[in-house]
């Protein structure tokens, strides 16, 4: 319980108020669709999310992120869903029963590599303690994660699975933290510091008025591009410069990537939207490099295809593939403004052994974008 408490005071000490804003705070509008209210993948009617943010000492830069699909029993309420793999170097938890049954059966966790463990303890202690699930023998937990061992003394293993239980606990719908915060605390993304971002899409009532949400933990490398502008390689940082100028930069790295509608969409379908966040994340600069883990999570949260297996028959009422095309564009423009929302909401750190990491020069970035593109 200490360890918790201090926890939170660290967050509130090093977090709060402490970012550089969000990319349209600074004029820069991504995409053709309207945002949600908070621009978050909380503006999916039902969709929670909480943070445990674990900064202590020197070298415990960490933590864990939750997001809660709906506010019913998420086990006995299934959503559809689906996986995609953009490059399987990562830990993905549930991936084969997700593939099997095209559902999943518990919140989706984010935290760090070696933390995995006590992301799937913790959501099976959630899972059995709830009401109407007294019998429940097996859990397919849903837990992914990114290496933060740049930063984070992640072979101490800090995250508990009292840990994953208070971010289940913290989440709430609304706005979202974002940057060094949860799962993104000790990440770092195209050299800068990354972190958690989100955005949302709402489509326009002639294409069915859907809401998309994403939400990311970006730790991944590239030749960082925002809006077609060239950013990574007008402030010198990108992957494969000159070796003899920058021989510790690796483009390797992993990014998680979670996205949620609340179109009538089956398992099938999820997945073609899933290919489609990696389109975004590609719009981003990111490469997928051989030792980045970058995994989609997509799924359904329509009320009326939730799935209760306790019926004798599963009814769902689906969209036809033709109008998939308004989701697919909604897809690609929040995972990017959710990724760049993770480099601008970031802030200077540093951990493990003296290793500093710094924010995206947000106000260079953005003169950089008034400038013609070449």
């Known amino acids: 319980m200490k360890r918790i408490l201090l926890s939170i005071l660290m967050m509130s ?12 705070d600074y004029g820069i509008k991504p995409g053709i669709f309207k ?3 908070n621009n978050a993948i909380t503006d999916v009617k039902g969709v929670k999310v909480g943070h445990v943010t674990l900064i202590e000492g ?52 984010l935290t760090n590599t ?9 959501l099976i202690t959630y899972t059995i303690n709830q009401k109407g699930n007294e019998n429940v023998r097996s859990v397919n937990c849903i837990v992914g994660e990114t290496n933060d061992g740049g930063l984070n003394d992640i072979r101490g293993r800090h995250v508990t699975a009292d840990h994953v239980l208070q971010a289940l606990e913290n989440a709430k719908s609304g706005p979202v933290e974002e940057g060094c915060v949860g799962a993104g605390t000790g990440t770092v993304c195209f050299s800068w510091k990354g972190g958690i971002g989100t955005s949302s ?14 939400l990311i ?3 991944y490398g590239g030749i960082l591009e925002i809006e077609g502008v060239p950013v990574g390689q007008r402030l010198g940082a990108y ?5 003899v100028e920058d021989p510790n930069y690796n483009p390797d790295g992993s990014c998680m990537m979670v996205i949620i509608t609340d179109a009538p969409l089956d398992a099938r379908n999820l997945e073609r939207l899933a290919k489609r966040v990696m389109m975004g994340m590609a719009k981003t600069g990111g490469i997928a490099s051989n030792g980045s883990g970058d995994y989609v999570i997509a799924l359904s949260v329509n009320r009326d295809n939730l799935i209760d297996e306790s019926t004798k028959y599963y009814l769902p009422t689906l969209l036809h593939n033709d109008d998939m095309s308004p989701l697919f564009e909604a897809a ?28 995206i020069p947000v106000e260079k970035v953005v003169e950089l974008m008034k400038q013609p593109v070449l």
């Open 13 to 24: 000490l090093f977090v709060s108020g402490y970012g550089q804003g969000r990319i349209r």
């Open 35 to 37: 945002t949600g209210e």
């Open 58 to 109: 020197d070298s415990i830069r960490t933590g864990v992120t939750a997001i809660i699909p709906h506010e019913g029993n998420v086990f006995r309420k299934k959503c559809p869903a689906a996986i995609y793999v953009g490059n399987g170097f990562g830990k993905l938890a549930g991936v084969t029963q997700v593939k099997e049954l095209g559902n999943i059966e518990t919140p989706i966790v």
């Open 114 to 122: 070696l933390s995995v463990a006590q992301g799937i303890e913790g």
């Open 201 to 214: 899409r709402v489509l326009p009532e002639a294409l069915g008025g859907y809401t998309v949400g994403v």
């Open 217 to 219: 933990q970006s730790n």
């Open 239 to 243: 992957s494969f410069k000159n070796n």
């Open 332 to 359: 690609i423009e929040c995972t990017a403004e959710a990724l760049w929302n993770s480099l601008f909401a970031a802030k200077d750190m540093v951990g493990m052994n003296g290793k500093e990491v710094k924010a």
